[in-house]
C-alpha cells in the first residue's frame, strides 16, 4: 500500500486561498445578511402592534428581547463567518495543492529526464489532470524512445556503409546524427 503525503501547509497558494475565502465568506455574508434584518423588522411590526393593546405586556420587555436576540444572531453571524472562511482555506487547499504539485513537476522536468509519475492525494480536486498529465509523460516518452531507436539503427547503418566506401557525404551524415542523440 502508497502511503499518501501528509497536509504540511495549508496555504500552499496564499493569495488564491485567501481570495478564496473572502469570495465565499462575502457571499455567505451578503446572502444571510437580510435574515437579522427580517427578525429586527417582524420584532418592530408586533412591537407596534402590541404597542396598540393596553392588555399586553410591557413593550420594554420586547424590546430588550430583541436586542438580545440581535446580538446573538451578530454573534452567530460572526462565527459561522469564521468557520466558513477557515473551511474554505481547507477547500482551497485541496483545489492549490494539485496546481501547485503540478507546476513544480513540471519546473523540475527537463527535455532529457522526463518526471515521475504524479499522484494527487486521496481527496484532493482535478485527479483526472494528474491522468491526463501521466498519459502525455507516457506518450513524450514513448516518442522518444522510437526517435532515439531509429537514431541509433541509423548511426549503425551509416557506420557500416562508411567503412565499406569512404564517402565524406555519410561521415557529415554520422556527425549530425551523433549530435542529435
Known amino acids: 500500500m502508497v502511503a499518501h503525503p501528509k497536509r504540511r501547509i495549508i496555504l500552499i497558494n496564499k493569495a488564491f486561498q485567501f481570495r478564496y475565502a473572502f469570495f465565499t465568506a462575502t457571499w455567505i455574508l451578503a446572502l444571510t445578511f437580510f435574515y437579522p434584518l427580517f427578525i429586527y423588522q417582524l420584532f418592530d411590526y408586533f412591537i407596534g402592534y402590541l404597542a396598540l393593546d393596553p392588555l399586553t405586556p410591557p413593550v420594554q420587555d420586547l424590546e430588550g428581547t430583541r436586542n438580545s436576540l440581535m446580538a446573538l444572531l451578530i454573534i452567530v453571524h460572526a462565527l ?25 513537476t513540471m519546473d523540475e522536468a527537463s527535455p532529457t529526464d522526463y518526471p515521475e509519475e504524479i499522484r494527487f492525494r486521496k481527496y484532493d480536486y482535478f485527479k483526472e489532470l494528474a491522468f491526463s498529465f501521466n498519459s502525455m ?35 557529415d551524415a554520422i556527425r549530425t546524427l551523433k549530435e542529435v542523440s
Not at 85 to 101: D, E, M, N, T, Y
Not at 139 to 166: M, P, V, Y
Request: glycine share 2%; aromatic share 4%; no cysteine.
Open 80 to 104: 459561522v463567518i469564521t468557520v466558513i472562511s477557515v473551511i474554505s482555506l481547507f477547500v482551497s487547499h485541496r483545489i492549490a495543492g494539485p496546481l501547485f504539485k503540478l507546476r513544480k
Open 137 to 171: 509523460i507516457d506518450r513524450f516518452r514513448a516518442t522518444n524512445e522510437r526517435k532515439e531507436n531509429a537514431i541509433k539503427q541509423s548511426l549503425e547503418l551509416l557506420e557500416n556503409l562508411k567503412n565499406d566506401s569512404n564517402s565524406e557525404k555519410i561521415s
